[in-house]
């Protein structure tokens, strides 16, 4: 049964994957059994991870650590399954080429699907799920707003009825810390930290969730380091160095944790995940000790 | 500097997020413009530095940009624009209900009608509300200023998606959308005309609602079929319009330029986004590599170990970049762009942007 649901976003291309990776690692250490997945049409997770297959059944990949991929359509699939219960009139349902076109008419529909799937657990509705904690490699933070808010616009606009109810529990879990954590992942650069400042002030009030920052693929220089750069790159990285000081200030600034995550020089995957999440288990450690 | 064919009136910068591509676009169009052309630049979501140099808010409007360079009297133009979603639906479809009063004056759509489209609520999400149609109104933004012929060259920064698919899918997806069989089913719903309404259609349409109703309720499919009685005239100018969004990103008169980095799982969906681009018959002639460390080129040794990692890692992957080349290389012309920190991105730097792209040999 899965207890947590951690919902990974930010800006395009900022490392939402990695971290996510990353996050199911960190997790994974704790005794937990996690479930690692993606919501995309076409995986990302199986090339970057290097995996034989990628299904919406989870399958191994490392100690503890199961991926899958839930495509929109997948979960809707289930859903209706669910709620239909007749094989053949599901069938007749899915298989009509129009019907593709009528659920993308239908707004709020896959988002719906999907976030049903993530909360299943708790509001004890669909297929049992193995694993204790979700992590989700979500959508990038323009689209993350329209997920979230989708459950509750359903049900503003169906007040009756079994997608009415369910959309309700939905949004509820959705609002509920004990269930719900959402992690912000963002580069020390312009764009992405205002959309990140942005997006926590707007989830702090609209939905009284308290993100967790992650500031990534930091060049992280002491000041010895910089006192070692040979005039002919001092150009180049004492700014840099500069504005990673300065985006973490205002990323701290909203009081919420910030997780400070170094560039790791290797070009392989699998040793990038495990150093970052010694890193983050050393600070996690320190933000309790604190 | 980089080169265009000589026929190209439109480029559409595609690739994953956060690799840089709208300063691209920007820097290609000073670059251009300075060349004596007029250029318009369509973009999504600029920085604000940039949104500053190109003098633009996100209203929808053309903006012209001083470039404002020491040189020749034969310069072009620069024109700029930030597409605004809502803005673009909405002209959209009230093109669609003008073309349709002129096919049709009788039964023409009434201002009154065009109105309550707009406040329906079906009609209120698809234009951007929840599940965004971004790729669908760049797609409209880009086709209507192409169409003006008002530019020798009109260049579009793709929205940030998932996978570039879903911006070339997009005139496909609404095609669906407006297609006859589907617009049928629907326009009798709310007449409670249940005897007209079992005798046109087949047991498996019928099934095909239930479902829906029970998936959705029925106040949804109230709406729903409200919004495809609004849209029946404009079928045919719609679907003209959505075939036409279509021939222009297929025309010999567009390119396709893939910005990617020097990341190597980066560079390997950049390679698959490559191949099935070219398959599905797009013109892709281009791939940029952006944002590759100027710094690679100063020769320094320190003492520092973090430095002296930095230093390896980025001149490892120039290395892995280097086997991905012979796989770019047999169809596609390969440029680098250095990522020079700039502080600004006025037009001088956006123009020394667009000179020190290199091919790549």
Redesign the interface.
């Known amino acids: 049964m899965v207890k947590k649901a951690h919902l990974v976003t930010g800006k395009g291309g900022v490392g939402k994957s990695l971290i996510s990776g990353v996050l199911a690692h960190y997790l994974s250490l704790q005794n937990q059994q996690i479930i690692l997945t993606e919501l995309t049409e076409q995986s990302f997770f199986k090339d970057f991870l290097n995996l034989p297959e990628i299904n919406y059944k989870p399958s191994p990949w490392l100690p503890h650590i199961s991926v899958c991929q839930w495509s929109p359509e997948d979960c809707l699939k289930e859903y209706a399954l669910h709620l239909i219960k007749i094989e053949s009139l599901y069938k007749l349902f899915f298989e009509n080429p129009l019907s593709k076109s009528l659920i993308q008419v239908a707004p709020g529909l896959y988002e719906l699907a999907i976030l049903g799937k993530i909360t299943s657990s708790p509001r004890h509705h669909g297929p049992k799920m193995i694993g204790d904690q979700l992590v989700i490699d979500s959508y990038s933070t323009g689209h993350f707003l329209s997920l979230l808010r989708a459950p509750h616009a359903m049900a503003e606009a169906i007040k009756f009825g079994p997608m009415g109810e369910q959309s309700r529990g939905i949004d509820k879990w959705l609002r509920n810390p004990d269930f719900t954590e959402v992690h912000l992942v963002t580069l020390a650069e312009e764009l992405p930290v205002t959309e990140t400042i942005e997006l926590a002030l707007q989830l702090q009030s609209e939905f009284g969730i308290q993100s967790k920052i992650y500031l990534n693929k930091l060049l992280q220089l002491t000041p010895a380091d910089l006192e070692k750069i040979p005039p002919a790159a001092s150009d180049i990285f004492y700014p840099v160095a500069e504005q990673e000081k300065l985006f973490a200030h205002q990323l701290q600034k909203t009081g919420l944790p910030v997780f400070q995550l170094p560039l790791v020089t290797s070009t392989e995957v699998l040793p990038i995940i495990r150093s970052l999440s010694t890193a983050l288990t050393q600070q996690k450690q320190h933000e309790i000790r604190a | 500097m980089i080169n265009k064919l000589p026929q190209t009136k439109t480029i559409i910068c595609i690739g ?4 840089g591509k709208t300063t691209l676009a920007a820097s290609m169009a000073v670059g251009w413009a300075q060349q004596g052309l007029k250029v318009l630049v369509l973009t999504i ?1 600029p ?3 940039l949104a500053q140099t190109l003098g633009i808010r996100a209203d929808g409007e053309l903006h012209r940009v001083q470039l404002d360079l020491p040189t020749p009297s034969n310069q072009g133009e620069l024109w700029s624009c930030v597409i605004n979603h809502k803005k673009a639906f909405e002209t959209f479809i009230k093109t669609a209900a003008q073309k349709s009063k002129h096919a049709n004056t009788t039964t023409g759509t009434s201002e009154a009608e065009l109105e309550k489209l707009l406040n329906n ?2 009609y209120q ?2 234009s951007g ?4 149609s971004q790729e669908f109104t760049s797609l409209i933004t880009l086709y209507q200023h192409v169409s003006s012929e008002k530019f020798d060259l009109v260049i579009l920064d793709t929205p ?1 998606s ?2 570039t ?1 879903n911006f070339l899918k997009a005139p496909e ?1 609404i095609a ?2 407006f ?1 006859e ?2 617009t049928q ?1 629907f326009r009798d719903i709310s007449s409670h005309q249940v005897g007209f309404l079992q005798k046109v259609m087949n047991i ?2 019928t ?2 609602l239930k ?2 109703e ?7 499919m109230k709406e ?1 079929s409200a ?1 495809f009685k609004a849209i029946q005239n404009w079928q045919s100018p719609l679907e003209t319009y959505v075939m036409n969004c279509h021939r222009l990103l297929v025309s010999p008169q567009t390119e396709f330029i893939l910005v990617t980095t020097l990341d ?2 980066r560079l ?2 950049a390679y ?1 986004l490559s191949r099935e681009i070219k398959t599905q018959g797009y013109q892709l002639t281009t791939v940029v590599i952006n944002r590759v ?3 690679l080129a ?7 170990q ?2 002296n ?2 230093t ?2 980025y001149r ?2 120039e290395k ?1 970049l280097q086997k991905r080349l012979t796989q770019f290389k047999t169809q596609l012309k390969v440029y680098k762009c250095f990522d020079l ?1 700039q ?1 600004s991105e006025d037009v001088r730097s956006l123009q020394k942007n667009f000179d020190q792209l290199q091919l790549v040999e």
């Not at chain 2, 029970?214 to 949804?220: A, K, N, R």
């Open positions: 994953t997020g956060g690799v979501d920085s604000q530095r609520r079906l999400q698809l509300k929840l599940s965004g940030p998932q996978h698919w997806k669906l959308l297609n069989g589907v089913w498996g349409a099934q095909v479902i829906l029970t998936l959705t309720g029925s106040e949804f729903l919004f190597p799982s390997n969906e698959k460390p100027n710094w100063v020769k320094f040794s320190t003492d520092s973090r430095l990692e930095l390896s890692y490892d992957l892995n920190r502080n």
